[in-house]
Nanobody, 117 residues
Framework: QLQASGGGSVQAGGSLRLSCRAS????????MSWYRQAPGNPRELVAS???????NYADSVKGRFTVSRDNAKLTAYLQMNDLKPEDTAVYYC?????????????WGHGTLVTVSS
């Protein structure tokens, strides 16, 4: 239901843009979120955006990352600027999606972001 893309390897200070596209008979989407998990660490929320456009960010990425979405394309984006080595992780998108009667949380496969110093 969710396909994430856009990961890669960059040097510190560089930028990447992640995309998360939902597909498959979707009746509605509420929040869309980005999480990340570095080796040995628990998965953490990076940023989220409601279907109305309200956003929320982890303190560690405020001012550097921007979450957005295109509701017509059922796609969320994560623009990551001024990347740091500590941003290295597998990034996952998640969305609260209604296929039939109720909203449920879905997860996409992760996309790896590697930032070298």
């Amino acid at each position: 239901q969710l396909q994430a893309s856009g990961g890669g390897s960059v040097q510190a200070g560089g930028s990447l843009r992640l995309s998360c596209r939902a597909s498959g008979g979707i009746a509605g989407i509420k929040d869309m979120s980005w999480y990340r998990q570095a080796p040995g660490n628990p998965r953490e929320l990076v940023a989220s955006i409601t279907n109305g456009g309200s956003t929320n960010y982890a303190d560690s990425v405020k001012g550097r990352f921007t979450v957005s979405r295109d509701n017509a394309k059922l796609t969320a984006y994560l623009q990551m600027n001024d990347l740091k080595p500590e941003d290295t992780a597998v990034y996952y998108c998640s969305a609260n999606i209604r296929l039939h009667l109720v909203y449920e949380d879905y997860w996409g496969h992760g996309t790896l972001v590697t930032v070298s110093s």
